[in-house]
């Protein structure tokens, strides 16, 4: 079935740092994949998506691109903020048509000023 | 965008004793929900798909009779936690596609469950 590897946190930068969280996929087919970012305390947000292979997707200044070359869907920042210490989680869809999501482990980033 | 809210945003309750949760999605219709759970410093683990009008699917190892889900309505899904035990604290998160898209669904705030 469908799953998702992210890099291991936590990574910590200081302000202004580019950043780099590597995701790499198995997936049948070319399905969405997805950035969610959660902050403390709170719930999931979308981040940012890509629905088709070498899209890119981005919000906030981040941006992704849809690699199926290298099954990947790395998410970077060229400059990142105190205010983006959060938690970040890569998610496709399930194997089976269900809505279903398949989350990485997710990746805390801690940005110090 | 759309958004799914719930309540309560956390809850305190004693051992043995039951906890409703609600996942309103506030400006959309959804004939389908999730439920998630995460332990501190984890990922988000599927515990069942909540379906209007019909029964929920459970994931593995989830005991669907300690976690009803009932889906009454397009906007409305609870969890109920029966005889919560210690070890049923966590952060329950609810999810909603929008009717007729799986490419997309929107999170509520989550649900923060202490069992003393």
């Known amino acids: 079935g469908n799953s998702v590897t992210q890099m291991e946190g936590p990574v910590t930068l200081s302000e202004e740092a580019f950043l780099t969280i590597n995701c790499t996929y198995t997936a049948t087919g070319y399905p969405s994949l997805f950035w969610y970012v959660q902050y403390p305390g709170e719930g999931l947000q979308l981040l940012l998506k890509a629905t088709k292979a070498d899209d890119k997707g981005s919000n906030k200044g981040f941006e992704a691109t849809y690699r199926k070359e290298t099954t990947s869907f790395h998410l970077e920042k060229g400059s990142v903020q105190v205010s983006d210490s959060a938690v970040y989680f890569c998610a496709l869809p399930g194997s089976s048509n269900t809505g279903k999501l398949i989350f990485g482990q997710g990746t805390t980033l801690q940005v110090k000023p | 965008g759309a958004v799914v809210s719930q309540h309560p945003s956390w809850v305190i309750c004693k051992s043995g004793t039951s906890v409703k949760i609600e996942c309103r999605s506030l400006d959309f219709q959804a004939t389908t929900m999730f439920w998630y759970r995460q332990f501190p410093k984890q990922s988000l683990m599927l515990m069942a798909t909540?379906?209007?009008?019909?029964?929920?699917?459970?994931e593995q190892g989830v005991e669907k009779d300690k976690f009803l889900i009932n889906h009454a309505s397009l906007t409305l899904s609870t969890l109920t936690v029966t005889s919560a035990h210690p070890e049923d604290s966590s952060f329950y998160i609810c999810s909603a596609p929008p009717s007729g898209s799986w490419a997309e669904q929107y999170f509520g705030p989550g649900t923060r469950l202490t069992v003393t």
């Open positions: 909540s379906n209007e009008g019909s029964k929920a699917t459970y």
